[in-house]
T-cell receptor, first 110, second 114 residues
Framework: GQSLEQPSEVTAVEGAIVQINCTYQ??????LSWYQQHDGGAPTFLSYNALDGLEETGRFSSFLSRSDSYGYLLLQELQMKDSASYFC???????????FGKGTKLSVKP | KAGVTQTPRYLIKTRGQQVTLSCSPISGHRSVSWYQQTPGQGLQFLFEYFSETQRNKGNFPGRFSGRQFSNSRSEMNVSTLELGDSALYLC?????????????FGPGTRLTVL
C-alpha cells in the first residue's frame, strides 16, 4: 500500500526557519507536492519535486531524496501569516494516483 | 482572471438521497480534479478529468462519479448518500494533465448528510 508520514504539529517563532518532513512509502513514484491550507480556506499549491534536490520559491523551499523516500518543506523568515496546515502529496502506486499526508499544523508565535 | 468556482457552497441532504456538485475551472484550464476532505481521513483524491475523459480515479466506491463537459466544467455526483459522505468537496483546475503540477482549488462545497 501507500502511506505518508508527516508531523501533526510544529510550533516556531516569527522570523525563524522551520522544516516540515514527509516520508513516504509507495510502489512506483512520480513526485511529491506540497500544499498550504489556512483554517477555513482551500489548499494552495506550493511546490512540486519530481527529481532529487532542492526547489526554491521565495521564502519556501522543498527538497526530495528519492533514495530515502523523504522530502521536506523549508519555510524561512517565518511570518504570522504562515500559520496554517501543510500537506505533502505523493503520486504513486500502480494507478499513479495522488495521496496526501494528514497534514502538519504550523503555529507561528510572535 | 476569475478563479475556480464551485456551486453550491453548502448543501444539506439526508441519507439515501443523491447530490450533484458543480465546478467551473479557471478559463483555459482543461484538467479538473475532485477531492474529499474530512477531519478523520484528511484530503483524499476522488478523480481527475481531462478533455471530458476520466484519467485517474481514487479509491472510492462506485457511488461517486463525475463527468466533464466540452467547456471543461465538471460535475460530480454521489448517489445513495451515507452519513460518512459528509465532507468538504474540493475541485481544482490546472492547465494540462499532471496530478502533481500546480493546480488551483475552488472554495469547496460543504456537504452535510443527516
Amino acid at each position: 500500500g501507500q502511506s505518508l508520514e508527516q508531523p501533526s504539529e510544529v510550533t516556531a517563532v516569527e522570523g525563524a526557519i522551520v522544516q516540515i518532513n514527509c516520508t513516504y512509502q509507495t510502489s512506483g513514484f512520480y513526485g511529491l507536492s506540497w500544499y498550504q491550507q489556512h483554517d477555513g480556506g482551500a489548499p494552495t499549491f506550493l511546490s512540486y519535486n519530481a527529481l532529487d534536490g532542492l526547489e526554491e520559491t521565495g521564502r519556501f523551499s522543498s527538497f526530495l531524496s528519492r533514495s530515502d523516500s523523504y522530502g521536506y518543506l523549508l519555510l524561512q523568515e517565518l511570518q504570522m501569516k504562515d500559520s496554517a496546515s501543510y500537506f505533502c502529496a505523493v503520486r504513486g502506486g500502480s494507478q499513479g494516483n495522488l495521496i496526501f499526508g494528514k497534514g502538519t499544523k504550523l503555529s507561528v508565535k510572535p | 482572471k476569475a478563479g475556480v468556482t464551485q456551486t453550491p457552497r453548502y448543501l444539506i441532504k439526508t441519507r439515501g438521497q443523491q447530490v450533484t456538485l458543480s465546478c467551473s475551472p479557471i478559463s483555459g484550464h482543461r484538467s479538473v480534479s475532485w477531492y474529499q476532505q474530512t477531519p478523520g481521513q484528511g484530503l483524499q483524491f476522488l478523480f481527475e478529468y481531462f478533455s471530458e475523459t476520466q484519467r485517474n480515479k481514487g479509491n472510492f466506491p462506485g457511488r461517486f462519479s463525475g463527468r466533464q463537459f466540452s467547456n471543461s466544467r465538471s460535475e460530480m455526483n454521489v448517489s445513495t448518500l451515507e452519513l460518512g459522505d459528509s465532507a468538504l468537496y474540493l475541485c481544482a483546475s490546472r492547465k494540462d494533465r499532471g496530478l502533481l503540477n500546480e493546480q488551483f482549488f475552488g472554495p469547496g462545497t460543504r456537504l452535510t448528510v443527516l
